[in-house]
């Protein structure tokens, strides 16, 4: 694999604040990355993609912007709300060998009401 | 949008029996998919790759002979952990999706070995 599991690091912020969520990813090659939210005990949820070709993509209340020189991923959550309390993984692929992605350590996001 | 769907959502087995997991599209045809297996607090780690009508893929450090995978047809792959022992025990989960478009997960197996 590319990543090496670790223990998640967290980020606490109060309700109605914006969120700064960053990620680290390996492989120079890597073209295509996603951020996913976790819930506990759920698989991943889909929230936002962007191709190497971009450097920010935006969505509902999300953004996320790619840096390939340093090869560094933030996802910005705008107006963050309780329901976004859960863990972020930004995931890696190289879309020309396949579908496999790879993901981030990790960040494990809980929101102060 | 594409559903994945994964069962049993728990098992509980003894040491040195096996337990299969189901990873089923239900809207789309897959002819790949992929497992994932993630510890408490930790990364998902991903295992295989599970092709149709062939063998699976598997990424460095995963043994085939503990996780064997089927894919026999385009909607469904399983994974069967033989002779299970505690340290086997975590949160397995499947994924599908069209190449270069993202990953849909199923809702994970959390396996315990008793």
């Known amino acids: 694999g590319e990543s090496v599991g670790l223990h998640l690091p967290t980020l606490s912020v109060q309700e109605g604040d914006n969120s700064i969520i960053n990620c680290a990813y390996s492989?120079?090659?890597?073209?295509?990355f996603i951020w996913y939210k976790q819930e506990s005990g759920k698989g991943p949820q889909f929230i936002i993609d962007?191709?190497?070709?971009?450097d920010k993509r935006q969505g509902q209340r999300v953004t996320v912007l790619l840096n390939k020189t340093v090869k560094h991923l933030s996802l910005q959550i705008a107006a963050t709300q309780p329901g976004d309390s859960a863990v972020y993984f930004c995931?890696?692929?190289?879309?020309?060998?396949?579908?496999?992605?790879?993901f981030g350590t990790g960040t494990s996001l809980t929101v102060i009401p | 949008g594409a559903v994945v769907s994964q069962h049993p959502s728990r098992v509980i087995c003894k040491s040195g029996t096996s337990v299969k997991i189901e990873c089923r599209s239900l809207?789309?045809?897959?002819?790949?998919m992929f497992w994932y297996r993630q510890f408490p607090k930790q990364s998902l780690m991903l295992m295989a790759t599970?092709?149709?009508?062939?063998?699976?893929?598997?990424e460095q450090g995963v043994e085939k002979d503990k996780f064997l995978i089927n894919h026999a047809s385009l909607t469904l792959s399983t994974l069967t952990v033989t002779s299970a022992h505690p340290e086997d025990s975590s949160f397995y989960i499947c994924?599908?999706?069209?190449?270069?478009?993202?990953?849909?997960f199923g809702n994970g197996t959390r396996l315990t070995v008793t």
């Open positions: 599970s092709n149709e009508g062939s063998k699976a893929t598997y």
């Open positions: 809207d789309f045809q897959a002819t790949t």
């Open positions: 994924s599908a999706g069209y190449r270069g478009s993202p990953l849909h």
């Open positions: 962007i191709r190497s070709n971009m």
């Open positions: 492989n120079s090659a890597s073209d295509y």
């Open positions: 995931a890696e692929t190289q879309s020309n060998t396949g579908n496999q992605f790879y």
